[in-house]
């Protein structure tokens, strides 16, 4: 593992294992953002319900509550890197075989419903392993910044490049984001293949260890640490908002503001726009508040970017909303991956990020339903709103947290209690 120190912080080096993992995650995730743009819309001219449309992407999140924690203990048994490419293969070829089915005039809720299920399933093994990996190609010290890198290409290649070609894509031919986005998959897993990481320390398995008592002992050691405790509950109530924004984000955008495919895609981009924000200002606001207190100033943010969202029905207070809500969101992201890579056992961080990410995700299923139901009985700008109730309740989830707040340093030995 190599790093370089810059402006005073340890920085990871392009060349080598994290330069190839960077182009991984930046090519999958413009592939995916391809897909992830094109679903409600190609959804919206299968159907005219909000609830049916949402139903796609509440279908998207379930398979984390079914198989993320078996995903998480099973990355902490396996090599990492070769789970990691193998996935990325058969997610390549199943989004190429979705692809050749709307080309053929097969497309339907159901299949799309079927997709989405079947990748993130995949996905839930996916996350934890490369989670895990990170820390055996670059130092601890310079995990903060290497997550940022991570983030803010994926942002770059999702956003910003990804959300103004769809509509171009879509005009080629309905099924071309997807023919695209299959390609991505299976180059990603040609350069994660290529890695040569640092195999991690692991202590032999009892004899008797099972993958029960090995799921029991990841969540055992989440909930014993106070800061990702309350990281995750916050992040729970978050994602129940998100998912009733997410899955109803289309209907807002084309519907309620009128504003159509190139309203929705101006919106998408200012969300990239205000992430790539985020990830230039994360180390300043970490350096002055902590990385606990960064997150919760950006949830609290996000809870005022919400309600201008849902109550001001205009396309350029929705594109302001969405560019301050992605810079917060960058900072929220790129924290808690840090302190939960930073703060967990090396041989448990599968098990570890597989309980806080199972246990975020599992309310975004039940916000993505309650999205559509509030949009159908309510008005579509409700949902917003809605989510905008979730994050004043995540904020207050981390306010215990504040005593045992984490500095930029904040390895274990150097945590800083902020009173």
Known sequence: MTTVEMAGACAPRWRGGFGRLWSAAVLSSFGDALRTAALPLLATTL??????????????????????????????????????????????????????????????????????????????????AATALLPTLVDKEALGSANTRLMTGQRIAGGLLAGPVVPVLIVLGVAVPFAADAVTFLVGAALVASLRPDAPERAPRSAGSTLRGEIAAGLRTLWRDGPLRGLCAATALCNIGMGALIATMVLLVTRWLDAGNAGYAAAMTAYTVGSLAGGVLNSRLVDRLGRIRAVLLAGTVQTGALVVMGSVRSLAALVGALAVFGLMGMVWNVNTTTLMQRRSPAEMLGRVSSAFRTLAIAGAPLGALLGGAVATAWGLDTPALLAAGFFVLAVMALIPALRSDVSVDDDSSHNALIN
């Open 47 to 128: 159907t005219d319900q909000p609830l049916l449309i949402a139903s796609v992407t509440a279908c998207g999140y379930l398979p984390w509550l079914v198989f993320g924690l078996l995903g998480g203990a099973v990355a902490d048994r396996v090599d990492q890197r070769r789970a990691m490419w193998m996935v990325d293969a058969v997610r390549g070829l199943l989004v190429a075989c979705f692809a050749v089915a709307v080309a053929l005039g097969h497309a339907s809720i159901g299949l799309l419903i079927a997709l989405a299920l079947a990748l993130t399933t995949l996905q839930t093994l996916f996350d934890n």
